[in-house]
């Protein structure tokens, strides 16, 4: 049989979802950014709700998610996406409304408008999407930069004393009544990344409920940001990230585990 | 029924916003304007119209909200003052370049830093010149009494959505405060989302739904993309100045000395008109009632009739710099104003008037700013 015969459009088993353009990603080679996109995407897909539902891009390296993602999408300021969330929620209550942002956004200039978008309860998801530093600027330290770790800003290090700990933002907002769903997931594998879909569709589950706040940290690599290639950045995210930001669920329906 | 009502400039504002069927509100407290949230909380707008009435956790998550449920088509509004809007300046940027409709309200407090609760007009400047960061200008609407306080929503709401463009109303401590008689308008019912879309379809991110994706952003990358960006804003406000500039003159026809004022400063210059009219002193009013776009080409040809102008204001000299590029230095202008949140009397205006232009009415050289202020 020649391969021609089988590459056929009727032989297809799998294709990129539709709610993802053909734009090249302007992520580095190797960043889990792209993967998690996808994922967002194919759960938005296979839901069907790609009609009602309105996305909210951040500052930082998923500033251009628009270019990718193939829905309505408000690009916001800095750190302010779950208060443009939040707008657009209540003025829209039927809408699926969800944020994608990185640590430097949603977990330093942006953390009032996340701890209280959380407190609100209000029936957003967001997925937080952390590696441990300022990629797009250029490799700053972050607030979820791990101690010891070298970025531009920290050249001989994070000290804790000086710098402050590394925060985590997921187990903070938690610990609000108006948060209904917690996760840690990442994208690295297939087996993780087919863990972190189903976790964004349970969200997206939750907001079509009206359960109130669901909140997705993907744990992720910046190769470049890290001075590392995308193999040994995954490697070094396994045995370094892990360990201080563990993987899966805090809060499940409400309740923390 | 329109229905007539002694108010507060901030509560008729708030009842105003229900009438004219706004969408949502998103705010914070901050005196001198805090009676605006106050006023809507108590009314259940939610009940009323359905309207959003929501307290934010800042002035700056307050002026994104309005960003999100702008981007969506809503008629969506926001209040503040003064150091309140400096903290919203970033958001207010955004929305220019964006190209999203809004409503601000600035209840003008003295400053600079936390300065003080009382009226002023000092941030003259901030409203008119920019204020946040880049290439954009705010349509400014100045009201001078409760009932513009209440009229100027829906006219607001008309500017920004014909332009796709933040709105200023620029009042103060004085006229948000103050209670007056207020003619209120007859309830107007919510657009439906239905109709919004059918409306705003073209470019507001409501889902995307038999169309191609909508964008909201203001980030353009290609510096040629950006630089359309930015001539595209620079069209609309030259639309502004040709098609919705508004002021207006009071005694002007034969007056032989101009006051400029607007808002609050104009309300106490009209009695400072009528007490040197008493004295057989012809002085005119002019008021801006939008200060962007602003009434240059009137100031221009009033500088051909008048002997010299006095630009009043609760500051220390900001739109005296406009009524001075507005007449070319063909007639003096001075500046006068109290500060600190000192209301300034008509007999003070009068006795400015004559000290600072009457008496040197004759002098007609050209004088340096700095020795006009002295």
Not at chain 1, 224 to 229: E, F, I, Q
Not at chain 2, 201 to 221: C, P
Request: aromatic letters at 6%.
């Amino acid at each position: 049989m020649d391969i021609l015969d089988i590459i056929k459009p009727e032989n297809q088993v799998f294709c990129k979802t539709k709610l993802m353009t053909d734009t090249e990603l302007s992520y580095c080679p190797g960043c889990g950014h792209g993967t998690a996109h996808n994922l967002t995407m194919e759960v938005i897909d296979e839901m069907g709700i790609v009609e009602d539902t309105i996305g909210v891009a951040p500052v930082g390296c998923s500033v251009l998610a628009y270019d990718f993602m193939n829905i309505d999408i408000t690009q916001a300021a800095h750190g302010r996406a779950p208060a443009v969330a939040t707008a657009i929620s209540r003025t829209w209550p039927e809408k699926f409304v969800f944020t994608y942002q990185g640590d430097g956004d949603l977990a330093a200039i942006g953390t009032a408008e996340t701890i209280h978008a959380c407190n609100r309860g209000e029936n957003i998801v967001i997925i937080f999407v952390n590696n441990g530093i300022y990629g797009m600027t250029g490799g700053q330290m972050a607030p979820t930069t791990l101690e010891g770790m070298r970025t531009s800003t920290s050249p001989y290090g994070r000290e804790i004393e000086s710098m402050g700990t590394p925060l985590k933002m997921t187990e903070l907002v938690a610990n609000l009544p108006g948060v209904y769903y917690v996760t840690r997931q990442s994208v690295h594998t297939h087996k993780h990344a087919r863990k972190a879909k189903k976790a964004i569709r349970k969200a997206f589950e939750n907001t079509r409920l009206k359960k109130g706040l669901s909140f997705i940290e993907i744990v992720s690599n910046c190769n470049s940001g890290w001075k590392m290639t995308p193999n040994d950045s995954n490697d070094w995210m396994v045995d370094n990230m892990f360990p201080y930001f563990p993987l899966g669920d805090i809060k499940v329906n409400g309740k923390l585990k | 029924m329109s229905e007539l009502k002694l108010m507060k400039g901030n509560e008729a504002l708030a009842e105003a916003a229900i009438r004219a069927g706004v969408d949502a509100y998103f705010g914070y407290p901050i005196t001198p304007q805090s009676e605006v949230i106050e006023y809507l909380m108590t009314q259940r707008p939610e009940e009323r119209t359905g309207m959003v009435v929501l307290q934010a956790e800042s002035e700056i998550a307050a002026i994104n909200m309005v960003y999100g449920a702008a981007s969506t088509g809503k008629r969506v509004m926001t209040s503040s003052s003064s150091p309140g809007i400096s903290l919203k300046l970033e958001g207010i940027s955004y929305l220019a370049g964006a190209e999203l409709p809004a409503v601000i309200v600035n209840v003008v407090r003295g400053g600079p830093g936390l300065g003080t609760i009382q009226p002023s007009q000092a941030d003259y400047y901030q409203s008119v010149k920019g204020g946040g960061h880049g290439d954009y200008k705010l349509y400014v609407l100045a009201p001078a009494s409760v009932q513009e306080m209440s009229d100027f929503i829906e006219d607001a709401f008309d500017i920004a959505f014909k332009y796709r463009a933040p709105v200023l109303i620029l009042s103060d401590g004085l006229i948000g405060q103050m209670m007056e008689k207020v003619t209120l308008k007859d309830q107007k019912e919510r657009m439906s989302n239905d109709e919004l879309i059918k409306k705003y379809g073209d470019w507001a991110t409501t889902g995307k739904k038999g169309r191609e994706r909508n964008i909201i952003t203001s980030l353009d990358l290609k510096s040629e993309k950006m630089e359309a960006r930015v001539h595209r804003l620079m069209k609309k406000y030259e639309q502004m100045k040709q098609e919705d500039l508004r002021f207006e003159k009071i005694h002007c026809d034969d007056a032989e000395y101009l006051i400029v004022a607007y808002g609050s400063s104009a309300r106490i210059s009209q009695k400072a008109v009528e007490l040197a009219r008493e004295k057989g002193i012809k002085v005119g009013l002019l008021r801006p009632i939008t200060l962007f776009p602003y009434p240059k080409q009137i100031l221009f040809e009033l500088a051909d009739q008048v002997k010299g102008i006095l630009s009043v204001e609760l500051n220390a000299g900001q739109m005296a710099d406009d009524v001075r590029l507005s007449v070319e230095h063909k007639i003096p202008v001075e500046h006068f104003g109290r500060t600190g949140g000192i209301i300034h009397t008509p007999e003070e205006i009068l006795e400015a008037l004559e000290q600072k232009i009457i008496k040197n009415g004759h002098i007609r050289h050209h004088k340096t700013r700095e020795s006009s202020i002295l």
